[in-house]
């Protein structure tokens, strides 16, 4: 069975710019969460997308968001990049919502310059 | 979001046990207890939940006090590949709003050889 995959592994962009991230949830995984991990703060949750619907949002400024399609494959978006926003980004997916276990990807590693 | 405590880092040696420990005295009723690993360069792996009693699986078990004010995660017979940063986590176990997990700075586990 497949695992979670991200793509693309590695990005470079430059301030102002916006990016795409996408992410496959394993196969019959219904929910995709996004998460942020930096050195300064950690990992951090980013929004939950289930039936296509975000449920659940992280404290995060609305230039990030996301959408998941119907078959469940999810993306989401940074507007406007800053410097701060160089990180690696997480997708996880599971069953259900609330699920006991998620499964994450390898990570998107984005750097601003 | 209830908070958990966790030591900075921990060492042991190859094929003995460790007992990783976690302090969570807001635990509430409805909270799981949730340990998940990330080894480096990895996204983070689940590693064992439980709510009241000690559970126990392939890779290992979890010790619940019984006021459920802390816990221990156990690895049998540490291997070099368990070295990762090793995250322990309260989670509501239903499809509410805050299903996400929140992730402290968790315990960076190094085993000797």
Known sequence: KAGV?????YLIKTRGQQVT?????????????WYQQTPGQGLQFL????????????????????R????????MNVSTLELGDSALYLCA???????????????????VL | DAKTT????????EEEPVHLPCNHSTISGTDYIHW??????????????????????????????EDRKSSTLILHRATLRDAAVYYCILRIHYGGSQGNLIFGKGTKLSVKP
Request: charge should be positive; proline fraction near 7%; aromatic fraction near 10%.
């Open chain 1, 21 to 33: 991230l996408s992410c496959s949830p394993i196969s019959g995984h219904r929910s995709v969460s």
């Open chain 2, 36 to 65: 998940y690993r990330q080894l480096p360069s990895q996204g983070p792996e689940y590693v064992i939940h439980g709510l009241t009693s000690n559970v126990n699986n392939r890779m290992a078990s979890l010790a619940i006090a």
């Open chain 1, 5 to 9: 995959t991200q793509t693309p592994r």
């Open chain 2, 6 to 13: 966790q030591p900075n880092s921990m060492e042991s040696n």
């Open chain 1, 68 to 75: 998941q399609f119907s078959n469940s494959r999810s993306e």
């Open chain 1, 47 to 66: 929004f939950e997308y289930f039936s296509e619907t975000q449920r659940n949002k992280g404290n995060f400024p609305g230039r990030f968001s996301g």
């Open chain 1, 93 to 111: 997916s599971s069953k259900q919502r609330g699920g006991d276990e998620q499964f994450f990807g390898p990570g998107t590693r984005l750097t």
